[in-house]
């Protein structure tokens, strides 16, 4: 029998391992030109080939302009990241050829990137978590290969288009914590309007570097990259999958010597080996000659950082206003929506009415058309709705009725308070306060009409009519003097 303390230290070299993942996230800012030349930055759905021009396409003798814009929107990102920015930073050139990249290289930054050291808090099961952020960068996407059987064809409308790569610190964890800290950096990143991050036209795209580790172990590993995941699923699914594999290497003592390109394969759900992976030195970096360095002042940089408002900074605004943490979440996540509540909040100062109205009816009621947040009535025309109801031209009641209309058929609020005949008051509770308001003006009228002159109940009615401009519903008017005057 072995003495005791060696059995111990033999059940002790069972290492179990950590995974530590970094990610690259290449996001398409929302402009509406191109990184370098004027062409339209809407590439989605559009014929191939049709938004290029000399200059994203690379002809001799053409020159690149930086989009102002695209500079600012990665600012306000840096910054709603938490960044550094840095005040003195240049583009750089990667040179590299392929055939979506009609330049034969990248405009992008390299030794001088716009921002440095981030963090993005995020929340996984409702436990706080932090990412730090290495870098985030600006630079040009390239355009998109089609394999059609034998032949690849080429579109280069998406070449040019304004990315910011941003790059974290390999703080990540799980599949689990990946996935929620690239949904917050969505949020982010919307909510500043630097990108529309829509997943489904592949406006954001993730790769993912995992690597394990004994527990207990600081040094890092040699990683394995997983490229161009496109989706938080393809994202989680990729993690899983190369934790997996890499924990069985491990065990067996044959974990990656040196770094490893993979791709996913989305229908097969594992991943293929692409190539080992270049260094930095194999694309010949160095400072962009056709564009000046960028420099900015502390003072513009703070009118950036002076509007940013973070979604959980926002999420805690609607918290404040009494909204509850799924109605704040509802708005956080649904631009439009929040659009809306914000607009009627502002009009009228009275969270309780701008939540039933928004969250409760707006969305009520489209649920019950069929309908999307797209096509729900305009900010425009639900303020119109408002202020047609706080003048009283049509009751509570009828407003929501108004706000169902507008829904079902598209039309304006006035539209439809004139086509139903609403603008006359019918409402009871209004017409009350009008007939009191009409006995004590006519308290010689009241006085004959008690005496029996029944005729003079036609003048108090005429009196209402004048007064509410013919709008006052006449045989609701009678009914209610009757009942007042006994
Ligand atoms: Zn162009
Ligand atoms: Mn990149």
């Not at 409308?157 to 790569?165: Q, S």
């Not at 592949?202 to 995992?210: E, P, T």
């Not at 996540?333 to 509540?341: A, D, K, Y």
Request: negative net charge; contains cysteine.
């Amino acid at each position: 029998m072995l003495p005791k303390k060696a059995k111990n230290r033999y059940s002790l070299t069972i290492a179990t391992f950590e995974t530590i993942i970094g990610l690259e996230v290449h996001a398409q800012m929302n402009t509406q030109t191109k990184m370098f030349c004027g062409c339209s930055n809407d590439a989605f759905g559009k014929e191939a080939n049709t938004l290029v021009c000399p200059v994203c396409m690379g002809h001799p003798g053409t020159l690149p302009v930086i989009n102002g814009k695209a500079v600012e929107k990665a600012i306000r990102a840096s910054l709603a990241l938490k960044c550094e920015i840095q005040k003195n930073n240049h583009m750089s050139r990667k040179n590299y050829f392929y055939p979506d990249l009609p330049t034969g290289y990248q405009i992008s930054q390299y030794d001088f990137p716009l921002a440095l050291k981030g963090t993005v808090q995020y929340e996984v099961n409702g436990e706080k978590k932090s990412c730090g952020l290495t870098r985030l960068h600006m630079e040009n996407d390239a355009g998109k290969l089609m394999h059609r059987g034998d032949v690849s064809l080429v579109d280069y409308n998406r070449a040019g288009t304004p990315l910011m790569e941003i790059v974290t610190d390999p703080d990540l964890r799980s599949a689990e914590e990946a996935s929620a800290f690239v949904q917050e950096l969505r949020r982010i990143l919307i909510a500043v309007d630097s990108s529309e991050a829509d997943m489904f036209k592949g406006m954001m795209r993730f790769d993912a570097s995992v690597s394990l580790r004994p527990v207990g172990d600081k040094k890092l590993y040699p990683r394995v990259e997983i490229k161009n995941l496109n989706s938080f699923k393809a994202l989680e699914k990729a993690i899983a999958y190369e934790q997996k594999r890499l924990t069985k290497l491990w065990e067996k003592g044959e974990q990656p010597k040196s770094e490893v390109t993979v791709g996913w394969l989305d229908d097969e759900e594992k991943t293929v080996i692409l190539r080992e992976k270049e260094s930095a030195a194999d694309y010949r970096y160095f400072p962009e000659p056709d564009i000046p360095p960028l420099q900015f002042d502390d003072a513009s940089l703070e009118k950036f950082r002076a509007a940013i408002e973070l979604p959980q900074e926002k999420k805690n605004r609607y918290v404040s206003l009494g909204l509850n943490e799924a109605e704040a979440m509802l708005l956080i996540e649904q631009t439009e929506l929040q659009s809306l509540f914000d607009a009627v909040y502002e009009k009228t100062n009275d969270a309780k009415r701008t939540s039933s109205l928004i969250l409760t009816q707006l969305i009520g009621f489209l649920k019950a058309a069929n309908k999307s947040i797209e096509e729900a009535p305009k900010k425009e025309s639900i303020l119109e709705l408002i202020t047609i109801t706080d003048a009283g031209t049509i009751s509570g009641n009828q407003s929501k009725q108004v706000l169902e209309k507008m829904i079902q058929t598209g039309k304006s609020a006035a539209e439809i308070v004139k086509e139903e005949g609403m603008e006359q008051i019918s409402d009871t509770s209004a017409l009350e306060a009008i007939v009191q308001k009409a006995l004590e003006a006519n308290t010689a009228s009241v006085e004959a009409y008690k005496g029996g002159k029944q005729a003079a109940l036609g003048a108090i009615v005429g009196w209402i009519m004048k007064e509410t401009k013919g709008q006052a519903n006449p045989a609701k008017v009678n009914e209610l003097l009757k009942e007042q005057l006994g």
